[in-house]
């Protein structure tokens, strides 16, 4: 019987399908939409591989309906809090994310939400759409500067360096704060003295709600925060409350708590003093693509007794 291999969508961009295809039978969640975990279940059985996105619910449930041929879970995306990683650990089995594809695109996202936070382009675009602009007023669309600003990076990963080199071209003065950089500043300083925070870290227990009312206090009245990292490592209630008093300028948001979001739409999405965007740091074609095909690497690698690629790290 030929190896099966299970992914969690029908199509993904570039070539990780075809190219799966010729090594295993491929088995596909017919859409492209998440799946129901018992959707995925029905499918596992006897699957050695499965590529999956980072929203998939992939836990020991699913890995048990895979079985003992399970060997690897090769995530199409770079945070992996979706997998149950002590599960994986105990049944022998690697997991891999898709580091080097998606920094410089994630960092382009998290630096358009900067600005449009900052100059308040939602506002001024929603004023211009809905016909309430006329004419040029002296103190109408007023925002905060991005050039010569203070930029406080929450994490020091791939994505946050990308953000700082394309600081360096608006004259920004970079801090950052990380658990491993010898020149990390603390987290106090760099609340008190940014004007924009951005958060590149991933959600982890440790990082969980890191961004709490006390933190948004520490801030200044200017700043703005920005996260394209994942929804839980803010108090979105807290962050709510700050933004609405007045007690920090602004926020960008690419991540929430609860995605999918649905109809029921956070009132972040609403506030308008928040830019928000539905969880696209990514996408870009040919990154997208590129995280795919990194995907599929890291399972051809597997099924031809290679060591996986870029698996996550221990
Ligand atoms: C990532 O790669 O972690 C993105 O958030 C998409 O899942």
Same mark, same amino acid.
């Given at each position: 019987?030929?190896?099966?291999?299970?992914?969690?969508?029908?199509?993904?961009?570039?070539?990780?399908?075809?190219?799966?295809?010729?090594?295993?039978?491929?088995?596909?969640?017919?859409?492209?939409?998440?799946?129901?975990?018992?959707?995925?279940?029905?499918?596992?059985?006897?699957?050695?591989?499965?590529?999956?996105?980072?929203?998939?619910?992939?836990?020991?449930?699913?890995?048990?309906?895979?079985?003992?041929?399970?060997?690897?879970?090769?995530?199409?995306?770079?945070?992996?809090?979706?997998?149950?990683?002590?599960?994986?650990? !105990?049944?022998?089995?690697?997991?891999?994310?898709?580091?080097?594809?998606?920094?410089?695109?994630?960092?382009?996202?998290?630096?358009?939400?900067?600005?449009?936070?900052?100059?308040?382009?939602?506002?001024?675009?929603?004023?211009?759409?809905?016909?309430?602009?006329?004419?040029?007023?002296?103190?109408?669309?007023?925002?905060?500067?991005?050039?010569?600003?203070?930029?406080?990076?929450?994490?020091?990963?791939?994505?946050?360096?990308?953000?700082?080199?394309?600081?360096?071209?608006?004259?920004?003065?970079?801090?950052?704060?990380?658990?491993?950089?010898?020149?990390?500043?603390?987290?106090?300083?760099?609340?008190?003295?940014?004007?924009? +925070?951005?958060?590149?870290?991933?959600?982890?227990?440790?990082?969980?709600?890191?961004?709490?009312?006390? !933190?948004?206090?520490?801030?200044?009245?200017?700043?703005?925060? +920005?996260?394209?990292?994942?929804?839980?490592?803010?108090?979105? !209630?807290?962050?709510?409350?700050?933004?609405?008093?007045?007690?920090?300028?602004?926020?960008?948001?690419?991540?929430?708590?609860?995605?999918?979001?649905?109809?029921?739409?956070?009132?972040?999405?609403? !506030?308008?003093?928040?830019?928000?965007?539905?969880?696209?740091?990514?996408?870009?074609?040919?990154?997208?693509?590129?995280?795919?095909?990194?995907?599929?690497?890291?399972?051809?690698?597997?099924?031809?007794?290679?060591?996986?690629?870029?698996?996550?790290?221990?």
């Amino acid at each position: 019987m030929r190896t099966r291999v299970l992914t969690t969508r029908e199509s993904f961009p570039g070539t990780a399908l075809p190219r799966l295809a010729q090594a295993a039978d491929v088995v596909s969640w017919p859409g492209t939409d998440k799946p129901a975990p018992a959707d995925l279940a029905a499918l596992a059985p006897g699957v050695t591989a499965i590529l999956a996105l980072g929203n998939d619910t992939v836990d020991a449930a699913l890995m048990d309906a895979a079985g003992p041929s399970l060997r690897v879970i090769a995530l199409a995306s770079m945070g992996y809090d979706n997998v149950d990683r002590v599960a994986a650990a !105990e049944r022998g089995i690697t997991v891999t994310h898709t580091p080097g594809t998606l920094a410089e695109t994630t960092a382009d996202l998290a630096f358009a939400l900067i600005l449009a936070a900052r100059r308040r382009l939602g506002a001024a675009n929603a004023s211009l759409m809905s016909g309430g602009w006329d004419t040029f007023r002296m103190h109408e669309y007023l925002g905060l500067d991005v050039h010569g600003a203070t930029l406080g990076l929450i994490g020091y990963g791939q994505i946050a360096r990308a953000v700082a080199r394309r600081a360096r071209g608006f004259d920004m003065r970079v801090l950052h704060h990380s658990r491993t950089s010898p020149d990390s500043v603390p987290l106090a300083t760099l609340l008190a003295e940014s004007d924009i +925070v951005s958060l590149h870290v991933p959600l982890t227990p440790e990082t969980h709600h890191l961004i709490g009312a006390r !933190e948004l206090a520490a801030m200044k009245p200017t700043a703005t925060l +920005v996260n394209t990292a994942r929804g839980g490592v803010v108090d979105e !209630e807290a962050l709510l409350d700050a933004v609405r008093a007045g007690r920090i300028h602004s926020a960008g948001l690419d991540v929430f708590a609860r995605e999918p979001m649905g109809a029921d739409l956070s009132p972040l999405v609403k !506030e308008p003093n928040i830019v928000t965007t539905p969880h696209i740091g990514s996408a870009t074609e040919s990154t997208r693509a590129a995280m795919a095909d990194l995907a599929a690497d890291n399972i051809l690698d597997v099924l031809a007794g290679r060591p996986a690629r870029t698996p996550i790290p221990g």
